[in-house]
């Protein structure tokens, strides 16, 4: 191969095809580059654009890095169909195959033991969002607005000036409500999280996702990964699905399974 060397995912020996039409990053079909114990999932990338420099001025195009990462995940996705990734950090080069080869032992004994701890275990996703009322409260009180339109806002019901003590009122009355609604989202989402954890081998608690940056609606008011064996997975999803619609107000989301990037602590 010529040309610099992208790495996806270290993984064991696996003897099932990754599929024949599969291409990664720029354009390039993955290959596996067998080292010992363990096997790099590479393929071959320009030096124009992922030599140290262009690569870092590559890292602030975002219509770039969306399709470079779209790429990276889709080689992940298909190893995950028929084995246990750990997958590399989005943009993790080097100049040959022998550089691959040098990493591969630096790391090996880390690879080993996390290969081990993951092998035949995949990661899913859950979020629980607090829509509507809840979802307002929490912008309210941010924003020290209310949510009553324009004409409560204003001091105005049905065409009638309120006055200052029944705004006050209503607006006090509003924010407690709102607030009660958000309090028991995130009493649903730490229930539905202690069950979950009880059903899966590890899990990680991630910062809510705001709802400017994901494009969401509503509040997250739980954002968490789980380690799941493979052969349980249906058992944690069917859990999952169950909860959904079950309290009004409330919106649960399942995600996966994915390869376990939450679980894999990977050093840079």
């Not at 943009?91 to 691959?100: P, W």
């Not at 607030?179 to 899990?203: I, P, Q």
């Amino acid at each position: 191969m010529t040309g610099l060397r992208y790495v996806y995912a270290v993984c064991r020996p696996f003897d099932a095809a990754l599929q024949s039409q599969l291409t990664g990053v720029a354009g390039a079909p993955p290959k596996l580059l067998h080292h010992r114990g363990l096997i790099a999932v590479v393929s071959t990338v320009p030096e124009r654009d992922f030599a140290e420099e262009p690569l870092r001025a590559h890292l602030e195009d975002l219509d770039w890095l969306t399709a470079t990462a779209r790429a990276h995940q889709g080689v992940i996705d298909a190893l995950t169909t028929v084995t246990t990734p750990l997958p590399l950090r989005l943009g993790t080069v080097f100049r040959d195959d022998s550089g691959v080869r040098m990493m591969l032992e630096a790391r090996e004994g880390d690879f080993l033991r996390t290969l081990d701890r993951l092998t035949g275990r995949v990661e899913w996703g859950v979020k629980v969002y607090a829509e509507s009322a809840a979802a307002e409260s929490a912008e309210s009180v941010e924003s020290g607005e209310t949510a009553q339109g324009p004409d409560a806002e204003n001091g105005w019901v049905a065409g009638k000036a309120m006055s200052g003590r029944d705004y006050l009122r209503r607006r006090s009355q509003s924010v407690k409500e709102r607030e009660s609604g958000l309090r028991k989202a995130e009493d649903f989402a730490d229930r539905l999280h202690e069950r979950l954890a009880s059903h899966a081998e590890d899990s990680r608690l991630h910062a809510p996702q705001s709802a400017q940056l994901s494009g969401a609606s509503g509040r997250n008011v739980l954002n968490a990964a789980y380690l799941v064996p493979r052969a349980q997975s249906e058992e944690f999803v069917e859990i999952v699905d169950r909860t959904k619609g079950e309290m009004p107000g409330i919106r649960v989301e399942l995600t996966g399974p994915w390869a376990a990037y939450s679980f894999a602590g990977e050093k840079p």
